[in-house]
């Protein structure tokens, strides 16, 4: 049976949406799953996504693998083939990346997908596409292979990936003639600093930032983006005489 014909046909649908891809830390062969979802028209058996956004050890670390898990506890038939299709949808539902749809026999606690589904390289050239507003949306189609799906079921799932954000004023007194100034960050857990940010004078015309991990663990468990602005606050004096201001 040709692709065509079979995306035609009644299938059971899963949409995954992900907030804060960008913040997803993961090493080659460390993946963050779905969570599971039922298809109700393909013997009630259970499922679940599986996304190694730097790649599966099955594939290379250049590449996004993407996989389709069946449960340990599934019900349903030891062995079930299917059709399917693992994509990626752009914000209006299109589809921007495809697996194209192939078969694979299941049993349960095995998954079948594709390990090099996505180039990273493209997924960060094509950034505004793959990612609005940093949502990575993934959609799994099914088919039975074996008799008809009655109706088209959609299912529909989020993950957030949590993300810490701080916002503060960090004054430094007299900038203009300063040589260095430092500004703990502490966590919100415990109050104990987890970062220094040391801004320094670099030249007479440039001012750098050091940022300091007390901990190294989290440089490899965290991800950290900054954005600083630098203002200069002007302190106005007045004086009153004879009824004029004078600043």
């Excluded at 730097?54 to 019900?75: A, I, P, V, W």
């Excluded at 030891?78 to 990626?88: H, K």
């Excluded at 950290?224 to 004879?242: A, M, P, V, Y």
Aim: net charge positive.
């Amino acid at each position: 049976m040709d692709s065509q014909s079979i995306s035609e046909r009644r299938c059971f649908s899963f949409t995954w949406a992900i907030e804060n891809f960008s913040f997803c830390r993961k090493k080659r062969g460390e993946g963050i799953s779905s969570p599971k979802f039922i298809a109700d028209t393909i013997e009630r058996t259970k499922w679940k996504l599986m996304l190694y956004p730097d790649g599966d050890l099955r594939g290379k670390n250049d590449s996004m693998s993407f996989f389709l898990r069946r449960e340990e506890d599934s019900k349903g038939s030891t062995d079930i083939t299917i059709f399917f299709e693992l994509s990626f949808l752009a914000a209006d539902g299109s589809i921007i990346k495809s697996s194209g749809i192939g078969e694979h026999s299941f049993v349960r606690g095995k998954d079948g997908g594709f390990p090099e589904i996505l180039k990273n390289e493209l997924l960060l050239s094509q950034r505004q596409q793959f990612l609005p507003n940093d949502i990575l949306t993934a959609r799994c189609r099914m088919w039975r292979k074996f008799g008809q799906i009655t109706e088209d079921i959609q299912c529909f799932a989020r993950t957030q990936i949590g993300v810490e954000r701080r916002l503060f004023v960090w004054a430094i007194p007299k900038f203009s003639t300063f040589q260095e100034s430092c500004f703990n960050i502490k966590s919100i857990s415990n109050d104990k600093p987890v970062m220094t940010l040391k801004l320094y004078q670099g030249s007479k015309t440039l001012v750098k930032l050091l940022v300091l991990f007390n901990d190294r663990k989290i440089t490899h468990t965290h991800m950290f983006s900054f954005s600083l602005q630098i203002t200069k606050c002007f302190r106005k004096r007045s004086r009153i005489s004879q009824g004029k201001n004078y600043i």
